[in-house]
T-cell receptor, first 113, second 113 residues
Framework: DADVTQTPRNRITKTGKRIMLECSQTKGHDRMYWYRQDPGLGLRLIYYSFDVKDINKGEISDGYSVSRQAQAKFSLSLESAIPNQTALYFC????????????FGPGTRLTVL | DQQVKQNSPSLSVQEGRISILNCDYTNSMFDYFLWYKKYPAEGPTFLISISSIKDKNEDGRFTVFLNKSAKHLSLHIVPSQPGDSAVYFCAAKASGSARQLTFGSGTQLTVLP
C-alpha cells in the first residue's frame, strides 16, 4: 500500500465550483505539504503544515485553503475554482528534524473548465 | 524569479553512456540539495542529496557534484539505462528555513536503447 495517497486522482470541474483534494499518509510524519506542478515551472509550494495546529502559506497560496484534520490527513480546497488553477497537485510528507527528504503522493490532475 | 534553475528541459542519451543533468541556483543561503525523479502518473521520488559541506555524494550509479562557488550542481548517471528515463527535479533548502524545498523546473531524460 502507498504511504501517501491522494483522492481523487483526476477531477474535471467548472469555474466557480468548490473543490477539495484530500491527502492521507501512513508514514507517521508530522509535516505535510501541498504543491502544484505546471509545465516549465516545476513544483511550487501552496501550503504546508508542521503539525495539526500549524498551517503556513507557501509561495502561491492565493485562491487556496487547507485543513489539517489529523496528523495523517491534509486537505486542499479551492473555494471558487478558476481555469488557471488547472494543474497537477501533489501532497508530500516529511518527518523529523534534519530530515529534508519529502515523500510524495501520486498526484491529482485537476482541470477547471 | 526562479532561485533554482534547470536550463535544459530535455536530454537524450544512449544506453550505457553517461547522463549529466545540471542545476543552477541563485540563493547563497541554500545549504542542502536534493534530486528527485518522476515517472508519468506518479509522484516525485527522492533520488540523492548533498549537503553544502560536501562537494560530492555517490550512490551506486548516481553521483551528485556541488560547486558552491559557481552555485551549480550536477547529477551524473553512469551507466544510463532505459529505466532511468524520467523527469529529474533539482531542489534546494535554505539554511534556517522551515524545511521548505525550492524546486527547479525539471529535465526530461530519455535514455535510448
Amino acid at each position: 500500500d502507498a504511504d501517501v495517497t491522494q483522492t481523487p486522482r483526476n477531477r474535471i470541474t467548472k469555474t466557480g465550483k468548490r473543490i477539495m483534494l484530500e491527502c492521507s499518509q501512513t508514514k507517521g510524519h508530522d509535516r505535510m505539504y501541498w504543491y502544484r506542478q505546471d509545465p516549465g515551472l516545476g513544483l511550487r509550494l501552496i501550503y504546508y503544515s508542521f503539525d495539526v495546529k500549524d498551517i503556513n502559506k507557501g509561495e502561491i497560496s492565493d485562491g487556496y485553503s487547507v485543513s489539517r484534520q489529523a496528523q495523517a490527513k491534509f486537505s486542499l480546497s479551492l473555494e471558487s475554482a478558476i481555469p488557471n488553477q488547472t494543474a497537477l497537485y501533489f501532497c508530500a510528507t516529511s518527518g523529523g528534524e534534519g530530515l529534508d527528504e519529502q515523500f510524495f503522493g501520486p498526484g491529482t490532475r485537476l482541470t477547471v473548465l | 524569479d526562479q532561485q533554482v534553475k534547470q536550463n535544459s528541459p530535455s536530454l537524450s542519451v544512449q544506453e550505457g553512456r553517461i547522463s549529466i543533468l545540471n542545476c543552477d541556483y541563485t540563493n547563497s543561503m541554500f545549504d542542502y540539495f536534493l534530486w528527485y525523479k518522476k515517472y508519468p502518473a506518479e509522484g516525485p521520488t527522492f533520488l540523492i542529496s548533498i549537503s553544502s559541506i560536501k562537494d560530492k555524494n555517490e550512490d551506486g550509479r548516481f553521483t551528485v557534484f556541488l560547486n558552491k562557488s559557481a552555485k551549480h550542481l550536477s547529477l551524473h548517471i553512469v551507466p544510463s539505462q532505459p529505466g532511468d528515463s524520467a523527469v529529474y527535479f533539482c531542489a534546494a533548502k535554505a539554511s534556517g528555513s522551515a524545511r521548505q524545498l525550492t524546486f527547479g523546473s525539471g529535465t526530461q531524460l530519455t535514455v535510448l536503447p
